[in-house]
T-cell receptor
Framework: DTAVSQTPKYLVTQMGNDKSIKCEQN?????MYWYKQDSKKFLKIMFSYNNKELIINETVPNRFSPKSPDKAHLNLHINSLELGDSAVYFC?????????????FGEGSWLTVV | AQTVTQSQPEMSVQEAETVTLSCTYDTSESNYYLFWYKQPPSRQMILVIRQEAYKQQNATENRFSVNFQKAAKSFSLKISDSQLGDTAMYFCAFMKARAGTASKLTFGTGTRLQVTL
């Protein structure tokens, strides 16, 4: 069973469209994240939720809206897609300090905006 | 703010040899965690090794070990007996210790490692 799963894995869409990426973790972790990896492979935090509460929001355009219906799910909705949004988006989760703070990543969702 | 620097964009090593990847970081925090993640061509981010800053002993995981020099803010990764499957992008990452909840990872720019026959 995949511990952190994201769908879709690949997404090609036109500029101006709205799209969502879903993420689920079955590890029982309290904290979930979205990271973005750009074309130069640089990874940067976008958002973090702890028990459905937003705790990190890193200067991300408000076209990006995370939603956490419960602590096992963190979805990412993107409005009015732009060419610069093309990237790999990684969902991740962590048990927190009690278990060493290790962050576990999903397989990534490769978004291409044309 | 924390920064992580990986000064080697690309490295190559022959199979069965040993290679060391460099990482330095800058922080004013006294308590933190350091990680090495591996990203093979499949794009999956795989944890290689983790080090708690308060531990003086260097972490080891099978063929992977680190040289953690807290005063120098250096955290290098040594891969022994390199295998073809070690070919990947390697990212060094820093996490500030935070009470009660996990913090975020700050990544370096990565080192692309190629293992050759």
């Amino acid at each position: 069973d995949t511990a952190v799963s994201q769908t879709p894995k690949y997404l090609v869409t036109q500029m101006g469209n709205d799209k969502s990426i879903k993420c689920e973790q079955n590890l029982g972790h309290d904290t979930m994240y979205w990271y973005k990896q750009d074309s130069k492979k640089f990874l940067k935090i976008m958002f973090s939720y702890n028990n459905k509460e937003l705790i990190i929001n890193e200067t991300v355009p408000n076209r990006f809206s995370p939603k956490s219906p419960d602590k096992a799910h963190l979805n990412l909705h993107i409005n009015s897609l732009e060419l610069g949004d093309s990237a790999v988006y990684f969902c991740a989760s962590s048990p927190g300090p009690a278990s060493g703070n290790t962050i576990y990543f999903g397989e990534g969702s490769w978004l291409t905006v044309v | 703010a924390q920064t992580v620097t990986q000064s080697q964009p690309e490295m190559s090593v022959q199979e069965a040899e040993t290679v060391t990847l460099s990482c330095t970081y800058d922080t004013s925090e006294s308590n933190y965690y350091l990680f090495w993640y591996k990203q093979p061509p499949s794009r999956q981010m795989i944890l290689v090794i983790r080090q708690e800053a308060y531990k003086q002993q260097n972490a080891t995981e099978n063929r992977f070990s680190v040289n953690f020099q807290k005063a120098a803010k250096s955290f290098s990764l040594k891969i022994s007996d390199s295998q073809l499957g070690d070919t990947a992008m390697y990212f060094c990452a820093f996490m500030k210790a935070r009470a009660g909840t996990a913090s975020k990872l700050t990544f370096g720019t990565g080192t692309r490692l190629q293992v050759t026959l």
